[in-house]
């Protein structure tokens, strides 16, 4: 599944992404971790960031996807929108909308600001573009242990 960040405005550049500097090494390990069983995604989530913004986690601004922040994000073309929490691997519950950092969409997000775009490209080869409307402060179905 390949998928491409461009902004809202159309402009072909991605958006700007901002890592808290408290998740980077979890972040790369998981990343290295994962280059055998998932070369594709373990490759995209070290290239996002390869090139994000690391910032004191202090600093990190509370409208940027992160881990347990929850997200809603709509689908352009269907217009259904999404709530979902990132959340590291162990700690994932999909029923509980708890999503794995390490999947495909997790990698998308993490970073985005409100109001950014990605085009992505579904299993079945369509392009759908996904908005980030909201990111929560922190994860509003339960509180995250120390990350």
Known sequence: ????????????????????????????????GAIQRSPDLADRLLGEIGRARIVPAAKLPPNVVAIGRAVTYR????????????????????????????????????????????HWDTRDGKRRVLTVLHVAAQDATEGLEAQ
């Open 1 to 32: 599944m390949n998928e491409q960040r461009s902004t809202s405005r159309g402009t072909g550049r991605r958006p700007k992404i901002v890592i808290g500097a408290d998740c980077l090494d979890r972040l790369e390990a998981l990343a290295e």
């Open 75 to 118: 689908d352009e073309t269907t217009a259904k929108e999404n709530t979902v929490t990132p959340v590291f691997p162990e700690d994932a519950d999909i029923a509980r909308g708890r999503m794995s950092i390490m999947t495909p969409i997790g990698v998308a997000l993490i970073g985005l600001a409100e109001g950014a775009s990605l």
